[in-house]
């Protein structure tokens, strides 16, 4: 899965390998989310690298959240910390609270989709998110909290 959605995004972004190359670090997650009337949840999974060390962390990821619209979406994203300061704070504190206004209907490489987000967590200082959605139908505008945590199974 990560290296598939690196592959994605620097195809569909070239300037975006010499970043993440660059960076103190990455994390890839993949995740599927419902919008179902005034409810958001969404479940996932993914894997942090530090680029220093090379140590990979297997993590997990939780979204809750609220607003008006109605969907389910697949899709991945790619963090790309700046510095060792942003990576480390996310593997210890893992919250990111935000919103977003999305429209669309993919499957595959056919359709179109539109996404607007903000981060709204001080933590995000430093970090760099891209996103990639695979398919899905959605037409709606939420704030959620999303918990990043280590898998302590697979780690």
Request: proline share 1%; charged share 20%.
């Amino acid at each position: 899965m990560r290296d598939q959605t690196l592959d994605d995004l620097y195809r569909k972004q070239p300037g975006t390998k010499e970043h993440v190359a660059s960076a103190a670090g990455y994390a890839v997650f993949s995740n599927i989310s419902s919008k179902i009337f005034l409810l958001a949840t969404g479940r996932g999974f993914g894997v942090l690298v530090d680029n220093k060390t090379g140590k990979t962390t297997y993590m997990k990821m939780l979204e809750v959240g609220g607003g008006v619209g109605m969907g389910i979406k697949d899709f991945r994203v790619v963090y790309v910390f700046d510095n060792a300061v942003a990576l480390n704070k996310f593997l210890a504190s893992g919250w990111e609270v935000g919103g977003d206004a999305d429209a669309g209907a993919k499957s595959g490489d056919t359709g179109l989709t539109a996404t607007a987000g903000e981060s709204l967590d001080p933590l995000q200082q430093g970090v760099k998110m891209y996103q990639c959605t695979d398919s899905g139908v959605s037409l709606s505008a939420t704030a959620a909290g999303t918990k990043f945590s280590v898998d302590e199974e697979l780690n």
